[in-house]
């Protein structure tokens, strides 16, 4: 009887394993792209990649590159457009739109410099219940702890007492202290009122920094009286008013936040909705939160819960600004909006200035230390990329087919703030919006 060939082993599928071949594999590509690119420039120079006869050897602590040519006449290097994929290079803009949004985004960082004012943090801190809010710090601390000394001796509480302020006071800020404006009451009747369209601020309403008012009318056919909705960025008039939408609520939460101590961001979406980061020494991070639907470290929220195809996220702090679309937007293929206000390079090279702007009278020492959290950031969002990646090539099985999502993935919500229709009309309940007309901005 001839011997049969022995059953292959059954191999183990491995998505982190799968991701790394494809990694080395798109690095493999874009060498032999470059490589294409230099013999088609220079037909008459053998290609400093494929040389068989090295001049030398490379250093121990060169990157590992194909050896080069002892020619002494090599081709010159490829243009930076062939270089696109690769880490982007800083480079000053250019053309209009680049400029345009350079301006922008230098006015925006201006903002968060308001919440290191002293006589604000105040006025913060008078309307804030502080005895309230850190007594449900503290009994939220000590669970904390305690579930973490339950685990070992060695486990550290998910949140630190810094933290757990924050949350308290968003749970305080969310549900007493401001209100959500859709369309305001008749300040006659309280009836409802229509939108009629933007009107020009008075000279008053410009003196609290709003630049744009909204008008409206009451609907009763017996009063018709006018009602004006400034859209205030004082944060000392907000703490007056208390009402607005999402860019009220995030400019006065994260004035409150500071004046607790805390260390804030004021993140802009180029789609219309801003909200806070806070940074968590306990977890060395910055945090996503949202005050108007009282979101705690939910950043996968508006593109996976409302649906919201994004573009650009921009935080802005008193120490700089950072592009963090990426903590937002884990699948850009899928909820990524076209970036289409200047290149990429430009970008970094304008949250570059920005953050010497904002850092250059600061201590060696804290700069020293912004450049460490910057790099950490740098980690943790490029890792946000590559689990997106892993994730989307294991739901891929052996037949190359795509297998539905498992039933126990985190059950991202829908918007929460505002009527339905309004939340309708924007595209953010969980699915995209049909073609109407859109009501009032929220604007930042």
Known sequence: MADQDPQPPTQHFNPHDLTQQFEQLLRTRRLNALTERSRARHPSHPSPYTSPTPSRQPSNHAPHLPPRSSQ??????????????????PSPPQDASSLRFRNMLIGLSSGPTTYENPGLLDEALAVIPLERIYGEAEDESQLLQAKAASIGPNAKPEWGYQDC??????????????????????PVCAAPTVALGMTPPTADEKARSATRVELY????????????????GDVWILLQTRRGRCGEWANCFSMLCRAVGGR????????????????????KRWIHVDACEEAWDNPRLYAEGWGKKMSYCIAFSPDGATDV?????RDAAKHGADRNRCPEEVLVWITDEIKKIRRENLSKEDRRRLIIEDHREEKELRGYVVRALAAEIGRIN???QATPASGDEQKIPARVSGTQSWREARGETGHRPSESEQPPREGQ
């Open 264 to 283: 804030v961001r004021w993140v802009w979406n180029a789609e219309d909705h801003v909200w806070t980061e806070v940074y968590s020494e306990q977890q």
């Open 325 to 329: 679309t990426r903590r937002y937007v």
């Open 398 to 400: 052996l037949s190359g």
């Open 217 to 232: 009318r009451c609907s009763a056919s017996e009063c018709r009286a006018f009602e004006r909705f400034p859209r205030y």
């Open 165 to 186: 302020v924050i949350r308290a006071l968003l749970k305080w800020f969310k549900r007493t202290f401001f209100s959500f404006v859709n369309n305001p009451p008749c």
């Open 72 to 89: 002494n006449n090599a081709p010159a290097l490829p243009s930076y457009s062939s270089l696109r994929n690769m880490p982007k290079i």
